[in-house]
């Protein structure tokens, strides 16, 4: 799916998909922060090596986690998740997908799927009487792996 091209591709047209297969105003999101992992590095040596050098073995893989933001628009599909997570559902991790569209929005030029992802944290607010920001809610999302298209 990935589409190489001379010039890199813009930062603000976004889709999420919650893993529920839902890509309308629901998983329309202001903000998504960093996604990524990231792989430990083991260094091991013997005490009788003949050189005296570490060997270096592939460790574990982490993914940090990764939050959304969007303006609150009175659904509690966020919060359900979060709170099917929270009793205890094991059919509540989802694969959740960030799809990064080309300009004119034709086509998806590269996407980034967290596997097992599960919500670790909601925040709605702040609220303020004396501002005319938008009212914001974020769900942090753990995942325990990426995959990109």
Known sequence: MSVQRDLPY????????????????????????????????????????????????????????????RGIIGTLDLYQWLDAVRNGDQQALRTVSVQLQSEDRSSIVQEWKLVRARPVRYVAGPLDAKCSDVAIEEITVAYERLEVE
Do not use: Q
């Open 10 to 69: 813009a930062r603000f047209n976004f889709l999420v998909d919650l893993g529920n297969g839902s890509d309308g105003p629901h998983a329309g999101f202001e903000e998504c922060s960093e996604i990524g992992m990231w792989i430990d590095v083991i260094t091991y040596r013997n005490g009788n090596d003949k050189t005296n050098s570490v060997r270096k073995l592939t460790g574990l893989t982490h993914c940090p986690d990764v939050t959304l933001k």
